[in-house]
């Protein structure tokens, strides 16, 4: 399983879904780890009432049938399936409804998606997830990207109220890529994935929504900035450590 | 349970060579020995492993174009498609040697002096010399750990002038830094069509550059550029001059508009995915998203929302 995790941080992030099938082609019994552990692009499907999109995961899913978020019904339709309890519903509808103007905020368009259930220990989970495809030709404003996606999953866990506070678990995945491409340049692609924890005990005065928000609205920050100055960054050293800019090459060259 | 027993016995063992294969394949430059090791450990058959490997990496010396040194330490070879002679032996044109190399552990196991069927012509040779003369010091400049080389990749038989004939330069340079998670690798391959009837030699070069960071994470830049040019058929010293200063030209265009991409990602690039801050320059309003929802149901009722 460690020579498995070990083979996904070295593959192309864009050949990220191949390298999972092939994976669970080649390790069936590590099929829950290897789903749980790697992160792989959303997928979404249309809500039949509404007509607006919601995203698929795991934690949506049972059998082969996904819960929309804003009808909660299971798509396609299921005799039992699993539903959230009428508070945690409503919770989840205030969720869908608030994060979706975050996501208009931050993304200018893309789809969010927000699923609540009940954990084992009197406190619940929640799972934002958010998809933005940036390429001009669907979603980017400015018309940059040839291909451009961006997809990211929060889960929190949030613990039983006590004393006023709760204790939050949030784990983050943010996978992205960008591809531009022109003439003078050719193609420019960098994908990538991370994932990053965050807990914090917070006072529950201005409600669970709220604190969830505020954390996920940070750790996005964080990420962004991270992939934008670090990761990216990196890339970007390497390549002027192959092949110093010339100014560097004519400092030291003497006059000729 | 059964389900997944089923899958795993109907794999065969060609299906998982063929994995394998894929995951060595595309390796990212100085990583391939690393994921040799994680394949085997996920495969647990030395018999599908080692087809894998020998399938796997000659492509992939070949298309990252490895240098290896001669066991005399005289010189280096490229591992390329254009100094291929056969399976496990290519060509160094510089020092006139070939080289027998083990794929699976990357190294040059021996060398012998060249046959001179292996070789150019002397009048080839001349134009393949000199610009490899120019090159050197073009590389040697431009790169702090790069190799090169040239070949004949079409005509090295022809005598005189009266035929076309077709040279290829490489350049490599690769920096592996596993211990700062960090590798990264420059490819060109420019090919010098010398044209006799024209009088000219066309020139087309095609650029790689891969670079792979995974401290806790997995980002990878992945850019191609092709270009193309010309210039007079001259004698090989001018044309080696005029070429090179084709291919430094070009090259450091290249560098310059992945500089001018990079800087472009803060600000324009990646605001298409996702802005640093919403418009209203301030963080999001979790506890009073009212406003927010009057706002929408005005654009809403006016139109001017995007569908969504």
Not at chain 2, 285 to 300: G, Y
Request: glycine share 4%; with cysteine; charged share 25%.
């Amino acid at each position: 399983m460690e020579a498995a995790m070990g083979l996904m941080r070295r593959v192309p992030p864009k050949h990220s879904e191949t390298a999972l099938s092939a994976l669970l082609s080649l390790l069936p019994q590590h099929s829950s780890d290897l789903l749980s552990q790697v992160d792989q692009p959303l997928q979404v499907l249309c809500d039949v009432d509404s007509g607006k999109e919601f995203i698929l995961c795991e934690y949506n899913r049972d059998a082969d049938s996904y819960r929309s978020p804003w009808s909660n019904k299971y798509h396609p339709p299921l005799d039992d399936g699993p539903y959230p309890s009428a508070e945690l519903r409503k919770l989840e509808i205030e969720a869908n409804d608030i994060f979706a103007i975050y996501c208009d905020q931050y993304y200018e368009g893309g789809i969010s998606s927000v699923y609540i259930w009940e954990d084992e220990n009197e406190g619940f989970v929640a799972c934002f997830l958010i998809k933005k495809d940036g390429a001009k030709t669907a979603h980017g404003k400015r018309g940059c990207l040839q291909e451009g996606s961006w997809d990211a999953i929060h889960v929190i866990e949030v613990g039983p109220v006590e004393d006023e506070t709760a204790r939050y678990c949030l784990t983050s995945s943010v996978m992205l890529s960008l591809t531009t491409n022109n003439d003078s340049s050719g193609t420019f692609n960098l994908s990538g994935s991370i994932r990053r924890q965050m807990n914090m005990e917070l006072s529950v005065a201005e409600g669970h929504l709220c604190n969830m928000g505020k954390m996920i609205e940070e750790m996005e920050s964080k990420l962004r900035n991270s992939l934008d100055q670090v990761y990216f960054g990196k890339t970007k050293e390497m390549v002027c450590t192959l092949r110093p800019p010339s100014e560097i090459i004519e400092m030291r060259l003497p006059d000729s | 349970m059964s389900d997944e027993e089923e899958t795993a016995s109907q794999l065969t063992d060609k299906q998982k060579m063929e994995i394998a294969k894929w995951f060595l394949l595309n390796s990212p430059a100085g990583e391939i020995q690393y994921v040799a090791r994680d394949i085997r450990a996920v495969l647990k058959n030395e018999r599908v492993y080692r087809a894998a490997v020998a399938e796997a990496f000659p492509l992939y010396n070949k298309a990252h174009m490895i240098c290896l040194e001669f066991p005399d330490r005289s010189g280096e070879v490229i591992v390329s498609s254009f100094s291929e002679i056969d399976k496990n032996e290519y060509l160094d044109p510089r020092t006139a040697q070939v080289a027998r190399v083990d794929h699976v552990k990357q190294v040059c196991e021996d060398a012998r002096p060249a046959n001179d069927e292996e070789l150019p012509s002397s009048y080839i040779e001349e134009y393949r010399c000199a610009l490899d003369a120019e090159i050197i010091k073009y590389v040697s400049e431009a790169y702090p750990k790069g190799v090169c080389s040239v070949y004949c990749a079409n005509g090295k038989d022809v005598e005189e002038p009266g035929s076309d004939f077709e040279l290829v330069v490489l350049i490599s340079a690769a920096r592996h830094s596993p211990q700062n998670f960090c590798n990264g690798s420059w490819r060109s391959i420019w090919h010098m069509e010398f044209k006799d009837e024209l009088q000219i030699v066309e020139v087309r070069g095609k650029l790689q550059v891969g670079a792979h960071y995974f401290e806790e994470g997995n980002v990878q830049l992945d850019a191609k550029h092709e270009c193309k040019d010309s210039t007079i058929f001259q004698s090989p010293d001018d044309c080696a001059v005029s070429l090179t200063t084709i291919i430094r030209h070009h090259e450091t265009e290249y560098l310059n508009s992945l500089q001018v991409s990079y800087s472009n990602l803060p600000d324009t690039t990646f605001k298409d995915l996702r802005r640093k801050l919403p418009v209203t320059r301030t963080l999001f309003p979790w506890h009073n998203t009212l406003q927010f929802s009057l706002t929408r149901d005005i654009q809403k009722n006016l139109g001017l929302e995007s569908s969504k």
